[in-house]
């Protein structure tokens, strides 16, 4: 059993104790609510959307359409819709688990997305220098294989962070060590286990 919450990432700064930086990941924590609750799981949601009519219908109760939700099975306590989750769930000191969503790059080739060292920059090698090279054997399987490395879209994963120390928690920010994946804006899932 333990307990989550939803929030936004701010962006980062810095704290000092005793004249020792740490560098912190800055997570406002206002707005999320109890979205549904059926059986043993919870769903939280954040923010507002307008939503087509059968998410309308779904979210009755709660009065609006929680523009990003997550549904917990193992959360502690008895929750009901509409109830505020606040950020005094966490203290400073606590070992939080952070969930997100890494940046997209976009679509990259092989150097930048494997580490690729690329082709020879001598003997007229002009426009190899980034390519991929031979991608398969011959005839014999006569493909190409599942999972070979290639160009393709980059970022845009979801990335779990386990143990990170909370440095601060403030009214409605919680300061956490270190960074987060996704951008400024992007809404993140802290939990913690009791």
């Given at each position: 059993?333990?307990?989550?919450i939803i929030?936004?990432?701010?962006g980062?700064?810095?704290?000092?104790d005793?004249d020792v930086s740490?560098?912190?990941?800055?997570?406002?924590?206002?707005?999320?609510?109890?979205?549904?609750v059926d059986?043993?799981k919870?769903e939280?949601?954040i923010?507002k959307v307008k939503?087509n009519k059968?998410l309308q219908?779904?979210?009755?109760k709660?009065?609006f359409?929680p523009?990003?939700?997550?549904v917990?099975?193992?959360l502690?306590?008895?929750?009901?819709?509409?109830d505020?989750?606040?950020?005094?769930?966490?203290?400073k000191?606590?070992?939080?688990?952070?969930?997100?969503?890494?940046?997209g790059?976009g679509?990259q080739?092989?150097?930048?997305?494997?580490?690729f060292k690329?082709?020879q920059?001598t003997h007229?090698?002009?426009?190899?220098?980034?390519?991929?090279?031979?991608?398969?054997?011959?005839?014999?399987?006569?493909?190409?294989?599942k999972?070979?490395?290639?160009g393709?879209?980059?970022?845009?994963d979801?990335?779990?962070l386990?143990n990170?120390k909370?440095?601060e928690?403030?009214?409605?920010l919680?300061?956490?060590k270190?960074?987060?994946?996704g951008?400024?804006?992007d809404?993140v899932?802290l939990?913690?286990e009791?």
């Amino acid at each position: 059993m333990g307990k989550a919450i939803i929030g936004k990432k701010i962006g980062m700064t810095r704290l000092f104790d005793e004249d020792v930086s740490t560098p912190v990941t800055v997570i406002e924590v206002t707005g999320c609510k109890v979205s549904l609750v059926d059986g043993g799981k919870v769903e939280l949601g954040i923010g507002k959307v307008k939503g087509n009519k059968p998410l309308q219908g779904r979210y009755k109760k709660l009065g609006f359409v929680p523009r990003f939700r997550r549904v917990f099975s193992d959360l502690e306590g008895e929750y009901k819709v509409g109830d505020e989750i606040k950020s005094d769930l966490f203290k400073k000191g606590d070992k939080v688990e952070v969930i997100g969503t890494s940046k997209g790059k976009g679509f990259q080739g092989v150097m930048k997305r494997w580490g690729f060292k690329g082709g020879q920059r001598t003997h007229g090698q002009s426009d190899r220098l980034r390519a991929p090279g031979s991608i398969g054997a011959g005839t014999d399987p006569g493909r190409v294989l599942k999972g070979k490395k290639m160009g393709g879209r980059m970022g845009g994963d979801k990335v779990t962070l386990s143990n990170v120390k909370v440095i601060e928690v403030d009214e409605n920010l919680v300061m956490i060590k270190g960074s987060v994946p996704g951008n400024n804006g992007d809404y993140v899932v802290l939990k913690v286990e009791s």
